[in-house]
């Protein structure tokens, strides 16, 4: 009989922000609900504690490296961790340390997982081999159609059928009834911005493929057209060492005459409230998204999204011509369009408040029904179950019904 509660360890380079991140703590939760043990191999990071938090324990490696001497090294003391700690089954869910993770899988035996979380770029036959290690799991996991789509035009047969378990939103946090008035007021307040405002919010860490560029383009054009109103924009994101690339941000708003309209705030750890205080969210990627976190988060919140239509938001929000008006949760642009993002930014800004609510009631009840962490769970821990002969989904959904 399988092990019922067998050790699962999950390997990323560091846990500071990201969805790969998130995903991990997010399994780490569910593992240990269903009764098995959680290990996290990774360099560290802010989110490191919160594994602990959670149940779950650390082992500290020098993951982030992508030296081959490092990988291999790495591969020898994954290999031996298995062997020492009765590891069940290897998760990776990025490349350098997911060639360590398949060394040491082949070398042990046991299963080896792979989540697709990116949409890597691939220039010249090396790179392609080097992002190739995400396509040899036993299982590929692919968190959206866009995802697989691009792993099965890129890698055919070695992936197989990638699984397709899009990322989730916990909707208990990202609920609009979860977030009171004091945490709304606390934020504004720290951003300098009166409440009557309408704040145009940008989530994203700070680097140019994020396309905050094209968006500040998009208000000072709106700003020059007196169509901007009271609109603020909020650029939330770490600029992660990239100053020149922020001061470049403020170099543009001071240039366009709208550097009072634009906010750069950094990282906010309340992101929840953020989406709750914003008008309209941004997504305003010039590359494709391999899922879309913002988007889902602030549709969750109640927040209309504005997307780029390239790589997965466009699964997440709901526009025309896809959808008819009246199930539209946002509005979908061309990228790098700076006059198409100022017309859908002004459609938003300019729409009644009836229709907004109506339009924010589709948007929370859209993610309810698609995009939960709970299910990204429970899929997630059916694969592993499918691998190892082992009950995992099923202890983890009875565990979540004793707590309702």
């Known amino acids: 009989m399988a092990d019922q509660t067998p050790t699962i360890l999950q390997i990323v380079p560091r846990l500071d922000t990201g969805g790969a991140e ?30 602990t938090a959670l149940g779950g324990e650390i082992i500290v490696l020098p993951l982030e ?8 090294a790495n591969g020898q003391r994954l290999a031996r961790l298995v062997r020492a700690r009765s590891v069940a089954l290897l998760h990776a869910r990025s490349r350098a340390p997911a060639w360590s993770a398949l060394m040491a899988a082949r070398r042990t035996g046991v299963p080896f997982v792979t989540t697709y979380h990116g949409a890597y770029g691939e220039r010249g036959r090396l790179k392609r081999f080097y992002n190739s290690v995400m396509a040899r799991g036993d299982v590929v996991i692919a968190n959206s159609r866009y995802t697989a789509d691009l792993i099965r035009s890129r890698y055919g047969a070695l992936a197989g059928t990638p699984r397709i378990i899009p990322r989730g939103v916990d909707i208990a946090r990202f609920s609009p009834t979860s977030i009171d008035p004091q945490r709304r007021a606390r934020l504004l307040s720290l951003w300098e911005i ?15 493929w994020k396309g905050q560029r094209v968006l500040i383009e998009a208000v000072g054009r709106l700003h020059a057209e007196r169509r901007l109103g009271d609109g603020i924009l909020v650029l939330a994101g770490d600029a992660q060492g990239r100053d020149d690339y922020a001061e470049g941000l403020r170099r543009l708003a001071r240039d366009l005459g709208i550097a009072d309209r634009v906010r750069l705030v950094g990282h906010v750890e309340d992101v929840a409230a953020a989406f709750a205080v914003a008008h309209v969210t941004v997504v305003a990627s010039i590359e494709p998204e391999a899922f879309g976190r913002a988007a889902a988060e602030a549709l969750a919140v109640g927040c209309p999204t504005i997307t780029t239509n390239i ?23 061309p990228p790098s369009d700076p006059v198409a993002l100022a017309d859908a930014i002004a459609e938003a800004l300019a729409m009644p408040q009836a229709q907004r609510e109506a339009m924010s009631a589709r948007a929370a009840a859209s993610i309810a029904a698609r995009f939960t962490v709970a299910a990204m769970q429970r899929q997630t821990l059916a694969v592993y179950d499918n691998l190892l002969g082992t009950e995992l989904e099923r202890r983890f959904t009875d565990a979540c019904q004793g707590e309702v």
């Not at 998130?22 to 490191?48: D, F, K, N, P, Q």
């Not at 997965?312 to 946002?330: F, N, R, S």
Request: glycine share 6%.
């Open 311 to 333: 790589g997965a938001p466009p699964e997440i929000v709901l526009a025309p011509p896809e959808v008819p008006p009246e199930q539209a949760t946002g509005w979908h642009v």
């Open 194 to 208: 009166a409440p009557e405002r309408r704040v145009i919010l940008h989530a994203a860490r700070l680097t140019t």
């Open 22 to 51: 998130l995903s991990t703590l997010e399994i780490v939760e569910a593992l240990v609900s269903a009764g098995a043990r959680a290990l996290v191999a990774t360099e560290g990071g802010r989110m490191a504690e919160r594994v």
């Open 65 to 72: 490296s992508k030296n081959p001497v490092t990988i291999f």
